[in-house]
Every structure is written in C-alpha cells, then in structure tokens.
C-alpha cells in the first residue's frame, strides 16, 4: 500500500557502561537524520498535488 523512500531499521547497540539515556538520545539523532518521523508524518494524511510540489521542491533544494 505504502512505498517507503528508505528501510526503517535504525539501531543503536548499548555499550557495558553506557547510560540508557545517551543510548535513547543517540537513536532519537539517527531516527531524526533518516528522515523516519517526516516520511512517517507525509504518508499519515492525504497529500494534496500542491503540497507534493511543495515538497518535492525543498528537497531539490536540499540536495543542491
């Protein structure tokens, strides 16, 4: 139903002494930087053929 630009597979591996919370904020950055909540949040609602525009703009953008 849904094509997924990009795998959901982030994972973060917590060392012996390292505290549950710098594991938690390492995987919210690495979430974050894959863009996994914005494709999350795009597909969730209909997309008007503006938005789409809108949207494919900035990333064109982006990628400059």
């Given amino acids: ?3 997924f630009t990009q795998p959901f597979m982030t994972q ?3 060392g012996e002494n390292e505290g549950i919370e710098s594991a938690l904020r390492r995987f919210k950055r690495q979430v ?3 863009g996994i ?3 999350l949040k795009r ?3 209909h997309e008007t ?3 789409k525009y809108k ?3 900035q990333q ?3 990628r400059r």
């Fill in 49 to 51: 053929p503006t938005e």
């Fill in 60 to 62: 064109r953008r982006r």
């Fill in 55 to 57: 949207r494919k703009a």
């Fill in 1 to 3: 139903m849904f094509a």
């Fill in 12 to 14: 973060v591996t917590v």
């Fill in 32 to 34: 974050s930087k894959a």
């Fill in 37 to 39: 909540f914005a494709d």
């Fill in 43 to 45: 597909l969730r609602h």
